[in-house]
Each structure stands twice: as structure tokens, then as C-alpha cells.
């Protein structure tokens, strides 16, 4: 297998396949109604400022949305995780993954449909239990002042 490695600043980058790489393309193209509805909570760093990419590459694996600045995976699981092979099959991808420091959050699709506001809210508090850890970076910082001041796109 030919494994991917980088590190680009102080981001730690996990390795991946290029059969993963691929594989996520497509999954871009495909995405599922609660993943695109979070998805639009996570872009452009709309989630206090933290970048998320989707459907990310990781070992021969992707997750849903991956943030390299706090390496938080976040999964949204539907009807098919819910078969006792997949369960086993997402333990084992999980326990490669967290091998690399990476910490997952797992959230049902029917919650995230249903219970928008308490997904959201669980992964800001996930967000500021990592900075009362770690503390907050600049570029975060830098990220939140401009969400406070957006720029004015409209033609005068």
C-alpha cells in the first residue's frame, strides 16, 4: 500500500490510502440529508471557528468530517450501523484511527435531523472542553474575529 504522509505546520496529517482518497471524492459527491445539514454547521469554520474538512481519508478508511486542529472525527450513522457486523466493523476502524490521537464523536442521522440543536451542542462542548485542555489557537482566534466582522459583499 502506498501511504500518504505529511505534517503541515503543527497539524498532525494521518496517513491514508489512495484508494481512500478516491473513495472520499466520491463520497463528496454523495452525501446523506443529515450529513449535508451538519455539514453546513461545520464549513468555513461556521463551528467557533474550527475548520472542518468532509469526508476525510484516514488509513484505508474515511470519516464523515475530521477537524486537524483538535484531530476530532465526527461520524453520523445511519440505519446501516445499526447491523452487529457494521457495529464490529466500526470498532475496529475507530480503535486504527485513535491510535493516531484522533477522538471521535458519533451522532445518530435520525438525531441529527431530529435533535439539531443537541448535536450541535454537544460538539461545542466537546470544542471548549479541549481549549480549557489545551487552549485556543491563533488561527482559531484569527477565524473567530473574522465570523464576528464579516466583510459586506453587497454592491454599493
Same mark, same amino acid.
Given at each position: 500500500m502506498g501511504w500518504?504522509?505529511?505534517?503541515?505546520?503543527n497539524r498532525k496529517? &494521518?496517513?491514508?490510502?489512495?484508494?481512500?482518497?478516491?473513495?472520499?471524492k466520491k463520497l463528496r459527491q454523495n452525501m446523506t440529508y443529515s450529513e449535508v445539514k451538519l455539514w453546513i454547521e461545520l464549513r468555513n469554520g461556521a463551528?467557533?471557528?474550527?475548520d472542518f474538512d468532509r469526508q476525510r481519508p484516514?488509513?484505508?478508511? &474515511?470519516v464523515d468530517f475530521y477537524c486537524k486542529d483538535v484531530m476530532l472525527a465526527i461520524e453520523v450513522d445511519g440505519i446501516?450501523?445499526?447491523?452487529?457486523?457494521?457495529?464490529?466493523?466500526? *470498532?475496529?476502524?475507530?480503535?486504527? &484511527?485513535?491510535?493516531?490521537?484522533? $477522538?471521535?464523536?458519533? =451522532?445518530?442521522?435520525?438525531?441529527?435531523?431530529?435533535?439539531?440543536?443537541?448535536? @450541535? %451542542? *454537544?460538539i461545542e462542548n466537546w470544542l471548549l472542553d479541549y481549549e480549557d485542555k489545551n487552549g485556543v489557537s491563533e488561527s482559531?482566534?484569527?477565524? %473567530?474575529? @473574522?465570523?464576528? =466582522?464579516?466583510?459586506?459583499? $453587497?454592491?454599493k
Open positions: 500518504v504522509k505529511m505534517l503541515l505546520m496529517v &494521518i496517513p491514508y490510502t489512495q484508494q481512500a482518497l478516491a473513495h472520499a463551528m467557533m471557528g474550527y484516514m488509513l484505508n478508511y &474515511i446501516t450501523h445499526d447491523d452487529e457486523k457494521v457495529i464490529v466493523k466500526d *470498532e475496529i476502524r475507530q480503535e486504527e &484511527i485513535e491510535i493516531y490521537g484522533v $477522538s471521535f464523536l458519533r =451522532f445518530n442521522a435520525l438525531d441529527v435531523v431530529h435533535d439539531f440543536k443537541n448535536v @450541535l %451542542r *454537544e482559531v482566534k484569527r477565524k %473567530r474575529e @473574522l465570523l464576528k =466582522f464579516p466583510k459586506d459583499r $453587497s454592491r
